[in-house]
């Protein structure tokens, strides 16, 4: 056996034919590293038929229990190919090893395995479809169960929790402030800047004013604000939940007598309930400015004849109209957001779905509710 | 290693090579120093139990041994490699060749078991899924789970399952370094010593080198072959449990006589 000579030496495996029994003498070392080539060579071994055989260890160098799996695998191939077959280990250690794996081998049925194949996949979109109406029954009851907390907690005010709530005021307004103020101011001037090129046309300028003031107090201030709110604030209580929840942090809480929707939902619900709306204020009046500023430029109506227009032509009702909704887009976003947490399961990547799924949930549902109020708005002429 | 009772070290170290080689390590986090001139050798082939109080750096020193943690000052060889400089691909080679059991398991929460075991089969060697997945079985079952855990994910299983599963997995690349930091706490007795077991037969048809930190004094007393006490910020002393029974350091004495000590040297 020359190649068990050399070092660091491959499994080698050779067959010797004895008068009375074989022997298949395994050589070099028996370890993972090098298990595929031994693997071919054992499927290859063709020992000569009706003798015992004995698979030889003696002169392995090392045996890993990947090699002695190896061992016991061609063990078990010839045996039932109607040998008999004994393994000679060569030492006590090895011997030992080659019982521990040939106690764990495991039986095929057993097996664990893989979760694929197309029925995995078929039950994975029934399961989908199910879960859709569980999916709203649960987010409703989670909504109610909020909700019940929130006016529980509103009625009586010193169960507040103020450290939590002011923390998240500050986390999810004061800090959402300067991204609102700028991007409102954008769209106004996109929009100022759109308006201006068509109204031209019928030479019909000042009504950029109109335009511009309706659009952004009615639907555009609020409805910004909330996607990015729901960006921001929705993905962040999202998985900062989901991850208290896989760090048990939240069953910790239960056992503590600290109830989680009171010390971790309510004062995030409430914070963005007050929040949103003082934010959907900054977007309208840094939005005004933005189209004021463009109609400036772009037409020639001055600052002052742009709050002259702005006070004729646009009633308080479209602030307010607009403004209605603040409280709702608030408690989606922040319940969405805090649902998803809570739904958070086992591993890290489930946070980040949830994260995900806050989000895009979030913002399909305000776009809805926006939907919803502005029928309404209309059918009462509002 | 001044001041401390050194006669212990001498024994063994002459012949034997040393795996790890740990010199004047010292490991700080703000003002708080974890370790200061702390010296180890780790010998090839042996199980080396570490032991010491809560919050004496025992995981710390698991860390920085495998890179997890970067000294302030010091030396590590591991293979005869000094593991703080060199390259990254250098770095790789070596950590093929050892591996690690956190304390609380630490499996991929996002795999099941079987694939957290297969993950560095995957990464490291060249096996066909149908041999990954009979060696990741195979595995599964070695460290004394049943079968259908392979399938299960991390959130799924018992704390001590979790362990076995981590040591699986610390195993799938056949190493010659194991770290194991706390490997039989969680586990009930019968495991923990089918365990120990496991570990011993490893170790011995193997050659594995068993880094070991443990308070389980059964481990200690039953495939320790040798002790090092983490105490005052360095390795105070190390030898086998035999000597370990002389030594007079007060938190030794207590640690080696104290009741749980005796009943476990009472099985013996
Ligand atoms: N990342 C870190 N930042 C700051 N301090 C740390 C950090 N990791 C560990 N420590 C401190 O180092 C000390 C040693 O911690 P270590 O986890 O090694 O203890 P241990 O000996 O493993 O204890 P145990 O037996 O409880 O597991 C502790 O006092 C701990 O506070
Ligand atoms: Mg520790």
Not at chain 1, 245 to 265: C, F, H, N, Q, W
Not at chain 2, 245 to 256: C, I, N
């Amino acid at each position: 056996m020359a190649a068990t000579l050399t070092s660091p030496a491959p499994p080698a495996l050779a067959v010797e034919d004895g008068p009375d029994r074989a022997v298949a003498r395994f050589g070099g070392r028996l370890v993972v590293a090098g298990l595929v080539a031994l693997e071919a060579a054992a499927a290859d071994l063709r020992p000569p038929a009706g003798k015992p055989i004995t698979l030889d260890l003696s002169e392995v160098e090392a045996l890993d229990t990947a090699g002695a799996w190896l061992v016991l695998q061609l063990k078990a191939r010839l045996e039932a190919s109607g040998a008999s077959v004994e393994i000679a280990p060569g030492d006590p250690a090895r011997a030992a090893l080659i019982e521990t794996v040939a106690r764990a081998l495991p039986d095929a049925e057993e097996d664990a395995g893989g979760r694929r194949g197309f029925v995995a996949w078929l039950e994975g979109v029934g399961a989908g479809v199910v879960g859709v109406k569980d999916t709203a029954v649960s987010l409703l009851g989670f909504l109610g169960l909020t909700l019940a907390r929130l006016t529980a907690g509103i009625l009586r005010p010193w169960t507040l929790r103020k450290a939590a709530l002011f923390h998240h005021m500050q986390e999810a307004g004061f800090n959402a402030f300067p991204i609102v103020a700028l991007m409102s101011f954008l769209i106004g001037i996109v929009l100022g800047f759109q308006g201006a090129s068509q109204l031209q046309q019928f030479g019909a300028e000042v009504f950029v004013v109109n335009l511009i003031a309706i659009s952004l107090l009615r639907e555009l201030g609020i409805l910004l604000t909330s996607i990015i709110v729901a960006g921001r604030s929705g993905s962040a209580f999202a998985a900062s939940i989901g991850s208290m929840k896989i760090r048990e942090e939240i069953d910790a809480m239960r056992t503590l007598g600290l109830d989680p929707i009171d010390v971790l939902v309510v004062p995030r619900t409430l914070a963005l309930l007050i929040m949103l709306p003082v934010l959907g204020f900054i977007s309208n009046m840094a939005g005004l400015i933005g189209g004021g500023l463009m109609a400036w430029v772009d037409l020639g109506v001055s600052p002052g004849m742009f709050v002259t227009r702005l006070y004729e032509t646009t009633g308080v009702w479209h602030l307010i109209v607009g403004m209605v909704k603040a409280p709702f887009f608030a408690v989606v976003i922040a319940v969405v957001g805090c649902w998803q947490g809570m739904l958070v399961g086992g591993s890290a990547e489930s946070v980040g779905q949830r994260t995900t799924q806050a989000v895009v949930m979030a913002i399909f549902l305000v776009i809805v509710i926006d939907a919803v109020f502005s029928i309404f708005f209309s059918e009462m002429g509002v | 290693m001044d001041g401390s009772p050194d006669a212990l070290h001498a024994a063994p170290a002459a012949e034997r090579e040393a795996v790890i080689k740990v010199r004047g390590l010292v490991n700080q986090f703000g003002p708080q120093v974890v370790h200061e001139n702390l010296d180890l050798d780790v010998y090839r082939g042996e199980v080396l139990g570490i032991v010491g109080g809560s919050g004496t750096g025992k995981s710390v020193l698991l860390r920085t041994i495998v890179g997890l943690n970067r000294p302030r000052a010091g030396k590590i060889e591991v293979f005869g490699q000094d593991v703080l400089s060199i390259s990254d691909k250098e770095r790789r080679e070596v950590e093929k060749r050892w591996g690690v059991l956190f304390q609380d398991g630490a499996l991929f929460s996002s795999l099941t078991v079987l694939e957290n075991i297969e993950a560095p089969m995957r990464e490291h060697l060249k096996l066909s899924p149908a041999l990954m997945r009979a060696l990741g079985n195979l595995k599964v079952r070695l460290v004394g789970l049943p079968g259908f855990a392979g399938s299960k994910y991390p959130s799924e299983l018992s704390g001590g399952m979790r362990k076995r599963a981590g040591l699986a997995r610390a195993l799938a690349l056949e190493p010659e370094i194991v770290f194991l930091d706390e490997p039989t706490a969680g586990l009930d007795p019968i495991g923990a010593a089918a365990f120990d077991d496991l570990i011993k037969q490893l170790q011995e048809s193997l050659g594995l080198t068993v880094f070991m930190v443990t308070h389980d004094l059964d481990s200690l007393h039953a495939i320790c072959d040798r002790i090092a006490v983490l105490a005052e910020k360095k390795v105070l002393v190390t030898g086998s449990m035999k000597d370990m029974l002389s030594v007079d350091h007060p938190w030794v004495h207590e640690y080696f006589h104290g009741p749980r000590a005796r009943a476990a040297q009472g099985q013996d």
